[in-house]
């Protein structure tokens, strides 16, 4: 009777793949696992992954495999898996934001395995094979990386103008700068990152968020440049795989944080430090440039 079921089970899979295929043009089909326990987390990464006429997920609670039906023209295996990833769920590619994890109802907090980051050699080298391969798709990586560069470099530039206000001890402007901060993290599209750096932005996002919110949520400038020690922090681990334009300087100062020290980022190699002002303008030193 089981085996019944399995064969009436995988026929039906069959159907709906087929049906899904003649729905989608330039129909490409793959098997992926993605990791969860139940119907609702069934839902969840169906809904995370399909895309009207342009992708379709079919998840097995059982096998934890899914079934995903692609327009190979308009999205990737990556995107994919990307989106899912921002609902709460791994797979063997991407990792769910903790955050996020936490957030999803207990039953549907499946037992989380090791996973290892690509590296950007492995990166490079299929980025390489691809360009190799068809160079209309070189094109259309050139452009999305513009894009990626474009969306990063706002968080960037405010983000610098916020450290400018802390430096001139001007409390109003960092809280009005830091709302340009949370409009541009807020404006990001996750689904767009490059790999390495859409796994950087999964782990800090939430920092991000939080400390941008925070100074702009006061105008008490000592409130503020604590906020600003953990933002900073976050804002050097994705600016450390994102790159910028030109250089930019890691900057120490010993004498922040009650002396345990702070960092903050900067275009300029000559230190103007966010935390004391004018107070102690050039108490610190460049411990890091990042090219």
């Avoid at 610098?160 to 901060?181: H, P, Q, S």
């Avoid at 004498?255 to 935390?275: D, F, I, R, T």
């Amino acid at each position: 009777m089981n085996s019944i079921k399995r064969v009436l089970m995988a026929i039906i899979l069959l159907l709906s793949v087929t049906i899904a295929s003649a729905q989608i043009k330039n129909g490409k089909t793959e098997t992926v696992k993605i990791y969860g326990n139940c119907d609702m987390c069934k839902s969840k990464i169906e809904t995370a992954g399909n895309l009207k006429k342009v992708a379709k997920v079919e998840w097995n609670k059982d096998s934890k495999m899914a079934t995903l039906t692609y327009d190979s023209s308009k999205t990737s295996q990556d995107e994919i898996l990307k989106r899912i990833a921002l609902a709460g769920y791994d797979s063997d590619k991407f990792l769910a934001p903790d955050a996020t994890y936490d957030a999803l109802h207990g039953c549907c907090q499946y037992e989380r395995e090791a996973k290892v980051a690509v590296s950007t050699e492995m990166k490079m080298e299929s980025a390489a094979a691809e360009n190799h391969a068809n160079h209309a798709n070189h094109s259309d990586t050139a452009i999305a990386k513009q894009q990626v560069n474009t969306q990063l470099k706002v968080v960037f530039d405010t983000y610098f103008l916020l450290k400018d206000a802390l430096v001139k001890t001007d409390g109003k402007a960092a809280a009005t700068v830091a709302k340009d901060v949370l409009t541009a993290l807020n404006a990001v599209k996750m689904e767009e990152l490059a790999m390495d750096v859409h796994v950087v932005w999964m782990k800090e996002m939430n920092g991000l968020m939080a400390g941008a919110k925070n100074i702009s949520e006061t105008q008490d400038i000592k409130r503020q440049r604590e906020f600003f020690i953990p933002f900073s922090k976050s804002m050097y681990e994705l600016i450390k795989v994102a790159k910028y334009e030109t250089p930019v300087y890691l900057q120490f100062c010993p004498m922040a944080n009650g002396g345990k020290g702070a960092n903050w980022l900067s275009k300029e190699n000559a230190v103007k430090n966010p935390y004391y002002g004018s107070q102690m303008m050039t108490c610190g030193k460049t411990v890091e440039t990042i090219q």
